[in-house]
């Protein structure tokens, strides 16, 4: 992978979060999944900041969903992964797995790139 | 249940506007479940957390985004490479529109950097000598002396420079004309006579040889000449041999002991070609007496000095003298210092700073044409940036568009305009009468490329943001669909039009400042000089070295004067100290009963028959005569002028100058005998034997064109002396020509740049009211199949170009009215607000500016309805 495609640590969360959720992903759904998963408190603010520079990257597209026919109903960002992110999702967590066994005493995350 | 209003305001400040309304209504849809789970008061702390912790990563984001965003555009080489590629395609495709922004930007650009390489090397660059803004030129003056008396007598110089604690050094020159007879024909040379340590006030070190030393200006001592470089050049060829060759300058053998370096000026200011050490000459009481002033001084100030400081202590120094030396220095109690850059550079200023302005003015002008150019051809290819924004291309990316084209048409100019400057800069040198201080080095291409890229740079910014205004709102869906508004926004509709308004207004300016200089020239060749300047020849002659008696300098004269009346042709021949145009006498002050500051008058000195030579009239009483020119005492004639001061009937008056009483004999008519513009000055005229050994000016009238009796002329000056060189020989006409030269310049300069306004701005009325009738078309078409009168829709086009015009004259009478002070400075006999010039130029411009628009005013009302709508 060149040089600046590399994952950073929130960046994986999220676009796990988006490969587990797929249809369904926007900023609650994404900010909870990560919430549960990882066990670990996740600002709206971060999510939304993080999709705009992985859409920038060309991992993320967006889809603005209709408003929902019922009371208080309201268009929704949806996020998912571009093939080229799926690509750069699958480079990444194929790399942490050759890395972790390494890390034997380290933390289980893997470092930070 | 609402969520905290304080978190959410903050919230919706970070979030960039693309997800603000997604990202509050998520954090809202949790908010609502938290409240309904955990209660009101949970939820808002939730509420709070999620706000305070996505504030960093929100507000980073859209940092890092915008500078990305920025880096690419700025330094995306590749990026700039596919700008310029694009702009070169624009101008392919366009090569007639290009041709013509090129080529009005390519003169534009080229005559403003003229002007900026002259004003840069004539007004702004510093003078070529070390702490140059430490020189200053002194003078003594006092409440009752008037201003532009040479008043520095050799004794005061002296002890300023021995008194003073302010002052480096002080020295002082005046220049002196010599007969040179060993190089070549003999011929006159200007010099001038320097006082110890005028090297040192202008830091000068001697290029080759030595400058002066204290055994130079010792009386007696062998005597010593150094060479300006100009001289050295044009006499010896650069030889380095020159040091040691001797000079015979007034039959005086002077030895040449060193070469001034080249400083691109005169230094001490003035003509010369050479430095003579001034000793005091026996015979020349004014060199020697203290109360004279006939020095110019300059000084050296002392590092951090101030001029006020350097004046207050020359004051002290001058009421010293005036308190130690009454009989002379009495009226002298002040001194008056000013820079030499000032003194050297005040008097052409003005001149420059309206070539300058003018040619600002053409740049605004032609900017202004081109910006509305421009702005139409954007707005015509609405069409192609609505398809580039369909296809991508954000706000950032048109622009970048639009500045690469901007920038590659004024580059393309800003750089031809470099390699042109030089021939401007050439043009203005050699058409501009007066000689300049400074000389203007000819450094080409280069002293032009960082103003020009500058140039570039600032212009294309200005034309790129109309550009910008026009693609700023694109409707793509209206354009792509070919359902666009046909005409215009109301703002880009005013942009235009002030953009005419201001060509308008700015030529008009232009116009009245070139009628008002044309008038003056009229005016100054209406003018009454008060003598009769055709067929008269004048030049000066000074009497030769060997004859140092005032009995025989005027026998020289009266020798010549005769001769020359022998010569087929001439009517009349005479000689005079002062002649006018030519030479001057010296200048002393009264003071009119009950005035508070003294009036000059300048004293002249005449041959029999001067006054009849040159045609001025006697008003009353009578001339000197013959007998009283070569022998009288206390006689004297005024001129009308003079007679005024005097307050009116003054024949039999007597009058006191000089330690002489005269009687007042005669009242002759003024004369104008400096510049024309300048009323006559008061005269004073004592018979001729008083003007000793003065050197005098020959005037000749004849009755056929004098300049053809030259040869005869000079043979019969040579048959009363073989060496005597004549110099400045001139027709009289010629000389009143020369001296309304620079008049003559600006009028002719500034009718000019007004020419190329007027086509410019009558060009900008012309497409505008074209513009505007190819964007109406359909409306015009609609207007006239509903039954409008194609009149009255010719009506409705020429009014793009009237109102405009009309809003553009009155802005330029404002800001001529506004001007006039400055402009009235350069003009004589004419009011530079004067009613007829502005209604004149009022008339002109609108009638052009209606011109301009009818062709266009033409097509509309001979729009085809059906076509136009069909077209669509």
Redesign the interface.
Known sequence: MPKGRYLAEFELYVMSALSLLGEEA???TI??EIEKRAGR?V????V???L??LA?KGYVAFRVSDPRPVQGG????HARLTPSGERALRASTAMLRKMIPALSSGDPRGGRQ | VRPPRLAERL?RA???AE?R???L???A??FQRLTASAGRGAAARWYW???L??????V???A??RF?QVRSLRLSSSGIAADLMQAARFVRRHPGMSFAVVSILTIAFAATLAAYVIIDAVLLAPLPFPSADRIVTVRATGPTLSRGVRSSSRPDVEDWRERSRTFTTLSAYTPEEYRLTNRGEPRSVDAVRVMAELDRVFGLKPLVGRLFEPGDFTNGSAPVAILTYGFWVSEFGKSPDAIGRTLRLDDRDYEIVGILPDAGMHVPPGPHQIWVPLIPREGAFWEHSRGTGWLFAVGRLRDGVTIEQADADLTVVARQLAAQYPDSNRPKTEAELTPLRTELVGPVAPMLQLLGAALATVLIIGCANIGSLLAASAAARTREFAVRSAIGAGSLQLARQITGETLLLCGVSATAAAAISPLFVRAFLSLYPNPLPRAVQDEGILAAAVPATILALAVSCLLALPQMLQVRRISIRGEMSGMSRATASRGQRIGRAALVGLQVALSFVLITAGVSFIRTVRALSDVDNGYQSDGVLVFTVAPPPTQTSADGSLNFYEGIVEALRGIPGVRAAASAVGVPMTSAGWRFGIRPAGASSDVLVSVNLTSPGYFDALGIHLLGGRLLTPEEQRRGAGVAVVNEPLARVLGGQVIGRKFPYSNTTWEIVGVIDGVRSVRPRDDPMPELIIPWHMAGRRPQAIVLRAQVDPISLLPEIRARVHGVDPTAPLNDVARLDDRLREAAGLDRFRAAMLAALAGIAVILAGLGAYSITAFSVARRTREYGIRIALGERPRSVGRRALAAACIPAAAGIVTGAVASLAGAWWIQSFLYGVSASAPSTLIGTAVLLFIIAMAAGVPSARRAAAIDPVLALGAE
Do not use: H
């Open positions: 926007y900023g609650v900010r909870q408190r600002a709206i603010g971060a939304y900041a993080t705009s520079r920038d309201r268009a929704r960002k | 919230l970070a979030t960039p997800d309304e997604f990202l209504a998520d954090i849809e949790e957390r999620q706000t912790a996505s504030l960093t990563p929100l980073g984001g859209r890092t985004r990305r």
